[in-house]
């Protein structure tokens, strides 16, 4: 029999849960930044509960998506560069040794728009 594995959770869903509004493009991806501790907790929450694995809070870390939100190239890079490592680092600082963590990263275009499609 193989042993089944426990992923965790959402990130964003539990952070507009817990009073956040996330911004257009970069949803949760400014957490990582603003909101780091409350990123920290849900991951320690997920793995308290049982999971195996945790998921970097990169859905929205790309430059692609930065640029969106109306500023330049540089910066974009920039912003999305910090929030993804501080996501790898949040997760790496929750995570116990046994823990393994998987990235995340959303579609090119929005997602959960089905005329795109």
Not at 82 to 104: C, D, H, Q, Y
Not at 110 to 115: F, N, Q, S, V, W
Request: charged share 25%; with cysteine; proline share 5%.
């Amino acid at each position: 029999m193989i042993p089944f594995k426990i992923l965790d959770g959402a990130m964003g869903s539990e952070l507009i849960k817990r009073g956040l509004t996330l911004p257009k493009y970069i949803w949760s991806a400014e957490a990582n930044m603003n909101y780091s501790e409350l990123v920290l907790q849900i991951h320690r929450e997920y793995i308290d509960a049982g999971a195996d694995y945790i998921t970097t809070n990169t859905f929205r870390t790309t430059p692609r998506a930065y640029l969106k939100t109306g500023i330049n190239s540089k910066k974009a890079r920039q912003m999305a560069k910090n929030s993804l490592m501080r996501a790898v680092e949040l997760a790496k600082k929750s995570a116990l040794p046994t823990t393994k963590i998987i990235g995340s990263i959303a579609p090119l275009e929005d997602c959960y728009r089905p005329d795109l499609f």
